[in-house]
């Protein structure tokens, strides 16, 4: 492997740079967020790189929850933060990390125990890469889920309360949303999968072939990885959108959009 | 906001709300329907809808919103089981069903909407102006077939109407919703 140098990151930094110019000059309004994200990237990776160097130096299964929790709570905030109309309260944020909880969580000690079966099981260098994989692409799943589910019922109010008027119970009035919901949080998934290989070549494999590893065993990597990304977010996806939809309503099943609020 | 109001209705009986707008006559049809929470107590046939699922109790108790909303592509597929009485008798082309919902005209879709109520076969019918869209033939067709509803099914009914001329055709219990207090006005008045 290629060690990178501090100059060699200068280089990368320095297009980034050029291209916040040229947008000042087009006028585009984007430079000072590009900059400042660019900013986060170096600063957030170097930081995580020195905690996995740590928690690689002390393997102990409380480390290793610590950092996973905090994982789980930023991004349980990130996906509040997307939706236009979220749910007000605690409820905001304990749906989607709630679901975040319920879908890595579960797939990714599943995958270490019964597929890796590393010793120890929680080891850091398989534990800390997968949950992040799993929980990035749930939180996004969750969220454009959620936020699907509370647009489309807000928009489809009067079409859910005349079929409560009709006698629909609470279930059957939202199906439309609920549904709309779940595909829209899996597409993203489902095109990943799709297009893996023939138009994209996903990162982790393309990482792993970087740092020296055989083509073919980055590929089998690769394939659990989508296959674990799929399992979670389409776990997690349902259950936000479930737990979701009954939130919606009361316990006369009645449609309480007052249970929402726009985010500013 | 409404005020503590009491109001009783016969099966087979009609009863006739008029009153300002922003009174909250569509607020106590609301209620009554169970749609919005409330500190009241609606009993049908003595048994308090506490007491009963609350989509067996809207099955039971049907509100006529004044805005119809519809899910499926065409009229037709909102009536699995069939219309309960010819479209035609409403003023309706034959075809009507096979439309598509977006193109109706509001008028159009007011009637469907109640044919579609109807269809469900209420003990109570909670009308919000449900002649509001439409022309004095088509008014008096609907007035004619809730009426025909109301007697054979011993249903009861409580319309909201801003027509006068209506409430006295209707022959109906009139009440006035003003400043939160339901008032009497006597039969037809």
New interface residues.
């Given amino acids: 492997m290629i060690l990178l140098s501090h100059a060699d990151l200068s280089i990368a930094a320095a297009m980034v740079i050029m291209l916040a110019l040229l947008s000042l000059r087009l006028q585009a309004g984007i430079s000072r967020q590009l900059l400042v994200a660019a900013l986060r990237t170096a600063v957030q990776l170097t930081l995580i790189g020195l905690v996995l160097k740590t928690l690689f130096a002390n393997v102990h299964l409380g480390w290793i929850s610590l950092m996973a929790l905090f994982m789980l709570l930023v991004a349980g905030r990130e996906v509040m933060a997307r939706q236009e109309r979220r749910f007000s309260g605690w409820w905001g944020y304990s749906i989607g990390t709630v679901s975040m909880f319920l879908s890595s969580f579960t797939v990714t000690v599943f995958a270490l125990v019964v597929i890796l079966g590393d010793s120890p099981w929680y080891a850091p260098q398989y534990a800390i890469p997968l949950l992040g994989m799993l929980l990035g692409n749930t939180m996004s799943g969750i969220a454009i889920a959620l936020d699907r589910l509370t647009q489309s019922a807000w928009q489809?109010r009067?079409?859910i309360?005349?079929?409560?008027?009709?006698?629909?119970?609470?279930g059957d009035a939202i199906a439309?949303p609920r549904r709309q919901a779940i595909r829209s949080g899996l597409i993203p998934i489902i095109n990943a999968m799709a297009a893996a290989g023939v138009v994209s070549l996903p990162g982790m494999m393309t990482g792993q072939i970087l740092a020296g590893a055989p083509p073919v065993e980055a590929v089998k990597y690769q394939i659990l990885i989508m296959f674990l990304i799929a399992a979670g977010t389409g776990l997690g996806t349902m259950s936000a959108v479930i737990i979701g939809s009954r939130r919606l309503f009361?316990d006369?099943?009645?449609?309480c959009l007052d249970r929402l609020r726009e985010n500013q | 906001m409404l005020g503590p109001l009491s109001l009783g209705v016969d099966a087979g009986e009609c009863v006739c709300i008029s009153g300002p707008s922003g009174a909250g006559k569509s607020q106590l049809l609301r209620a009554i329907?169970?749609?919005?929470?409330h500190d009241g107590e609606v009993l049908l046939g003595g048994q308090p809808a506490?007491s009963i699922k609350?989509?067996?109790w809207?099955?039971r108790v049907?509100?006529l919103?004044p805005?119809?909303?519809?899910?499926l592509p065409t009229a037709g597929g909102h009536f699995p089981g069939g219309t309960p009485v010819a479209p035609a008798e409403l003023g309706l082309p034959e075809d009507i069903m096979d439309q598509p919902v977006e193109r109706l005209s509001s008028g159009e879709k007011q009637r469907l909407a109640l044919l579609?109520?109807l269809a469900?076969r209420p003990q109570v019918l909670l009308l919000d102006e449900p002649t509001a869209n439409l022309d004095p033939a088509n008014t008096e067709r609907a007035e004619r077939v809730i009426n025909r509803f109301r007697e054979s099914g011993s249903a009861a009914v409580i319309w909201i109407s801003h027509d006068p001329a209506q409430v006295a055709r209707l022959g109906c219990r009139a009440l006035r919703l003003a400043d939160g207090r339901l008032q009497e006005q006597g039969v037809g008045a």
């Fill in positions: 489809q009067g079409v309360e005349a079929r409560l008027i009709l006698g629909a119970r609470s439309d009361d006369r099943q009645r449609l | 329907a169970d749609l919005d929470p506490s609350p989509y067996r809207r099955a049907g509100l919103p805005e119809s909303h519809w899910w579609r109520l469900n």
